[in-house]
């Protein structure tokens, strides 16, 4: 099958690769199927690229990589809508939101994980309790340092 992508142009998909969101995604209903996407760098990152969307795609991960305490309860409707078998056959990640005005500040939706089998290749997305923020810093913010100043003052010149 063929993908095409704003992001990654055009390019070939095998058909069991195709993972489909029976509800689609948050604010996505109608695009349920995504292929999954290696990020080209080391880092921990994957696409979930749409395949019925060109300019539809998430950035993903682990959340075990950054937050080793993160546990989810996953319900039996869940389950049985992705007609989940063992913990093996499962995966949850969680979609990212990098602001392209400081990449460094990184969040994680941990409220709504996705929750995929690898035997039947469904997914779901989670909706999870409040007690799961929907920005989880991946980076801690760096503490100010010892007597500087947190007020921003207007420079008096303007530098050459």
């Known amino acids: 099958m063929n993908c095409t992508s704003t992001r990654f142009g055009s390019f070939e998909v095998p058909d069991e690769s195709v993972v489909t969101f029976p509800s689609g995604l948050l604010g996505f209903p109608e695009q349920q199927r995504y292929v999954i996407l290696d990020h080209d760098t080391e880092a921990p990152f994957k696409w979930l690229q749409s395949i019925e969307e060109p ?5 993903l991960m682990d959340p075990a990589t950054f937050h080793p305490d993160y546990h989810v309860e996953v319900s039996a409707d869940a ?7 063992e913990r093996e056959d499962l995966t949850l990640v969680v979609i990212l939101t990098i602001p ?3 990449p460094g500040r990184i969040t994680a939706n941990l409220r709504g994980p996705l929750l995929m089998s690898h035997t039947s290749k469904l997914g779901k997305q989670l909706v999870l309790s409040e007690d799961f923020p929907t920005r989880h810093p991946l980076f801690p913010s760096a503490p100010p340092s010892r007597g ?13």
Not at 79 to 85: A, D, Y
Not at 148 to 160: F, G, H, I, L, W
């Open 55 to 59: 300019d539809l795609a998430f950035v």
């Open 79 to 85: 389950l049985m809508e992705i007609k989940g078998g």
């Open 100 to 102: 392209s005005d400081d």
């Open 148 to 160: 500087a100043s947190t007020d921003v003052q207007p420079a008096t010149e303007c530098p050459t």
